[in-house]
């Protein structure tokens, strides 16, 4: 383990690599502070930028830009009450209210030390914790990798916001997709109607630009742009004094635990790590009646809850292959795109990407901080950018990446396709998120369960026949049963019992 963190380290120590992690910050402290943009956008219209790239090279500007987009959603937050990014959503009811009384440095400040403990926490939670269960990957056969795909499926589709039903539906039509072109154990064509283009199978590049960034542009056509009070400039001080630091570190500390464990559930985000952390903050508070009027705490709690989810989130990203929220699900996505298959296997099989990419999520701290001095005030004017600009922008940076992929303009008629298709889901409160993972994990699927019906002789009892791949199914119909009706009644029976006796 220790040999891999070393290569790992002397990899992202490079130039190319320094240089990829400072640029894929800062685009990701731009792209944050436009309102109605998010992280997960940015990093499928940046995807095929990456292709060129060497793999560490790719995956540590996109997991830099991960980071970078969860601090600067904060700057909108604070100067125009609008959240650059859903993950700053609480960070609004304190970050406003301070820029209104003449503290708009100051929020900012504390947003970035938060931003920068949380983060800090996190990567060193993601260097600790990985390479332990990545040991556990060498136990990982066919049979075990067929129970993780399921359980991903599961636990991503029952844990969407919204209709669970409608989340397990998105997932299973991701699978459906992922199905389209050869056979890779018998080698026949499936569901590709006789179109050549689907013989090598949906590309997972071309959906995920479509369904994450062309709704986001139609969003942002129709949403009813209203005149709002910008901050033009502000003179105070952004770093935080020693004494607002002692006042808020208990605050920073907790909040990024819990911005921590909350990344590693499968289904969760920033915009739900945010909450939790503003909210205990408010419960442990002693001053409680001040949040919502201006306080640091407010502020520091749901910034530091929001950027501890980026490392927490990668854990089972890269332990198991199941994504901890969207923007990890196209991070799965760029591992395979330069031919890397996310799985247990990952962090052994694939050691030298996998710790390079780690290492650089640590440093991409310290250049987020120091980005986030120099360029907070220049990203004030990134918030006045009008939706009228900013949506063609994002619909012609998505047509010219479905493009380049292959040169194609099926690619591009297929990317609007999804787009399309992303945007009516939106529209019916169906997650695209499950949809993502059905089409990354369908493939492991697949394979997984060819390979375990081959080594069993078609005995579907092989997938109990060890503890490993036992225990994760049995989470699995858990997860499944937890998302219908028949299990709320279950626990109201049990607390009407309870209540009783």
Same mark, same amino acid.
Request: aromatic share 8%; with cysteine; hydrophobic share 55%.
């Given at each position: ?54 793999? !560490?090279? @790719?995956? &540590?500007?996109? #997991? =830099? /830009?991960?980071? *970078? ?8 937050? %604070? ?27 100051? !929020?900012? @400040?504390? &947003?970035?030390? #938060? =931003? /920068?403990?949380? *983060? ?8 600790? %914790? ?49 199905? %389209? ?49 910008? %901050? ?270």
């Amino acid at each position: 383990m220790f040999d891999y963190l070393a290569i790992g380290l002397t990899n992202v120590l490079t130039f190319t690599n320094l240089t990829a992690i400072i640029v894929g910050t800062a685009l990701g402290l731009f792209v944050g502070a436009m309102p109605g943009l998010s992280a997960t956008m940015a990093i499928a219209i940046l995807l095929p930028l990456t292709f060129n790239m060497p793999p !560490a090279t @790719g995956l &540590s500007m996109l #997991a =830099s /830009l991960y980071m *970078g987009a969860m601090y600067g959603g904060s700057i909108a937050a %604070i100067l125009i009450n609008t959240p650059g990014t859903p993950a700053a959503a609480a960070t609004v009811l304190d970050g406003y209210p301070m820029a209104q009384q003449g503290r708009a440095g100051k !929020a900012l @400040g504390i &947003s970035l030390f #938060a =931003s /920068l403990v949380g *983060g800090l926490l996190s990567s060193i939670a993601l260097l600790t %914790i990985a390479p332990i269960l990545g040991g556990v990957a060498l136990q990982f056969g066919p049979v075990e990798l067929f129970a993780v795909a399921v359980l991903g499926i599961t636990i991503i589709g029952s844990l969407s916001q919204g209709s669970a039903i409608k989340g397990l539906l998105s997932g299973v039509v991701g699978l459906l997709l992922a199905m %389209i072109g050869m056979d890779p154990i018998t080698g026949s064509a499936r569901f590709t109607f006789g179109i050549l283009n689907l013989y090598s199978g949906v590309s997972f590049t071309v959906a995920l630009i479509g369904l994450f960034s062309i709704p986001q542009a139609i969003r942002l056509i129709e949403k009813d742009e209203k005149a709002k009070a910008v %901050i033009n400039s502000f003179k105070d001080k952004m770093l935080p004094t020693l004494a607002e630091i002692k006042q808020i570190g208990v605050t920073v500390i907790r909040s990024s635990f819990i911005g921590i464990f909350t990344g590693i559930i499968p289904g969760t985000g920033g915009d739900t790590a945010c909450w939790f952390g503003y909210n205990e903050a408010k419960r442990f508070s002693k001053n409680r009646d001040n949040f919502g009027k201006g306080d640091i705490e407010g502020v520091a709690a749901s910034e530091a809850a929001n950027n501890a989810v980026v490392g927490g989130a990668l854990i089972p990203t890269l332990t198991l292959g199941i994504p901890g929220s969207s923007a990890t699900a196209i991070i799965m996505g760029a591992l395979m795109v330069h031919g890397i298959m996310p799985g247990p296997t990952l962090m052994t099989e694939y050691a030298d990407v996998t710790y390079t990419l780690i290492w650089a999520l640590l440093i991409s701290n310290f250049a987020m901080f120091l980005e986030g001095l120099l360029f907070t005030k220049a990203a004030i004017h990134v918030t006045r950018v009008p939706n009228k600009v900013l949506a063609p922008i994002i619909i012609i940076l998505c047509v010219i990446g479905a493009f380049a992929i292959n040169n194609s303009f099926f690619d591009v008629y297929m990317m609007l396709i999804f787009g399309l298709l992303g945007y009516f889901m939106d529209k019916i409160g169906m997650p695209t998120a499950p949809m993502v993972v059905g089409l990354i994990l369908g493939q492991m699927l697949n394979v997984s369960l060819h390979q375990s019906l081959m080594i069993s002789g078609g005995s579907w009892l092989i997938f109990f026949s060890n503890p490993i791949s036992t225990v994760l199914l049995i989470i699995a119909a858990i997860s499944v049963f937890q998302a219908t009706p028949f299990s709320a009644r279950l626990v109201k029976s049990v607390k009407a019992a309870l209540s009783k006796s």
